[in-house]
Nanobody, 124 residues
Framework: QVQLVESGGGLVQAGDSLTLSCAASGRTFRNYAMGWFRQAPGKEREFVAAILQSGGTTGYSDSVKGRFTISRDNVKKMVYLQMNSLKPEDTAVYYC?????????????????WGQGTQVTVSS
C-alpha cells in the first residue's frame, strides 16, 4: 500500500512557475507508476502527467505538454511536477496518484492510490 502527500501549491501569477511535490510512503515505491491529475471547480478530474516505474517513460496531456515536467526520485520516494508558464486555466486542485499495474494512464478510475490534493491558483 502507498500513502501520498502533496505539497507546493499556492497562488501565483500567469507566466510564473511552480513545483509540486508528492511524498510517498511504502517500501516498494519503485514498483509504482506515478501520475498527476487536476480538478477544477465543477469539472471532472483530468490527467496531467504520468511517469512509469523506471522514470524513463513519461506522458502528458496536450494542455500541459511543453510547459510541465514530471520527474521522480526512487531513492527519496518523491514525485515532482515542474510547472512553467502557468495560465489561469491551470487553476485546480492537483492530485498525486500511484498504481503498480496501470493500464490506462489517462483514466483516473484506474489508479489505485491518491493523495489529498494541493490547490494551485493562477491569477491573470
Amino acid at each position: 500500500q502507498v500513502q501520498l502527500v502533496e505539497s507546493g501549491g499556492g497562488l501565483v501569477q500567469a507566466g510564473d512557475s511552480l513545483t509540486l511535490s508528492c511524498a510517498a510512503s511504502g517500501r516498494t515505491f519503485r514498483n509504482y507508476a506515478m501520475g498527476w491529475f487536476r480538478q477544477a471547480p465543477g469539472k471532472e478530474r483530468e490527467f496531467v502527467a504520468a511517469i512509469l516505474q523506471s522514470g524513463g517513460t513519461t506522458g502528458y496531456s496536450d494542455s500541459v505538454k511543453g510547459r510541465f515536467t514530471i520527474s521522480r526520485d526512487n531513492v527519496k520516494k518523491m514525485v515532482y511536477l515542474q510547472m512553467n508558464s502557468l495560465k489561469p486555466e491551470d487553476t485546480a486542485v492537483y492530485y498525486c496518484a500511484a498504481d503498480s499495474d496501470i493500464v490506462a494512464l489517462r483514466t483516473p478510475k484506474t489508479w489505485d492510490y491518491w493523495g489529498q490534493g494541493t490547490q494551485v491558483t493562477v491569477s491573470s
